[in-house]
């Protein structure tokens, strides 16, 4: 922690406080002076400051093709979330916990 006071009051970082932790950002000329202090060359930068990559082509899921085996039921997907295929687990007036069909009346 004393390094990152002193690299704070050199203006390399910036720390925030919050909920009993700190948090340390290295600023553009804290990267400048790790890269010199280090001897690292231009093209190593930080994780965070690299370009993200765009996400990865999937599967098309227009086309239907992957999810063969939950294409039953109405309207797709997996059946005993679209047509009621556990109906006869739950009964026909569902529910579990206060009031949730235990007795008919």
């Known amino acids: 922690m004393c390094l990152m006071k002193s690299l704070n009051s050199k203006g390399y970082i910036r720390i925030t406080f919050n909920w009993m932790y700190n948090y340390c950002y290295l600023t553009a000329e804290g990267i ?19 370009k993200a990559a765009g996400r990865p082509e999937g599967r098309d899921r227009e086309s239907g093709d992957g999810d063969k085996k939950y294409s039953g039921g109405e309207g797709g997907g997996r059946p005993a979330f679209r047509s009621g295929g556990d109906r006869e687990y739950r009964g026909a007036r569902g529910g579990f916990g206060r009031g949730g069909g235990g007795q008919d009346e």
């Open 32 to 50: 400048d002076y790790l890269r010199t202090y280090l001897a690292l060359p231009e093209s190593i930068v930080p994780n965070t400051h690299k």
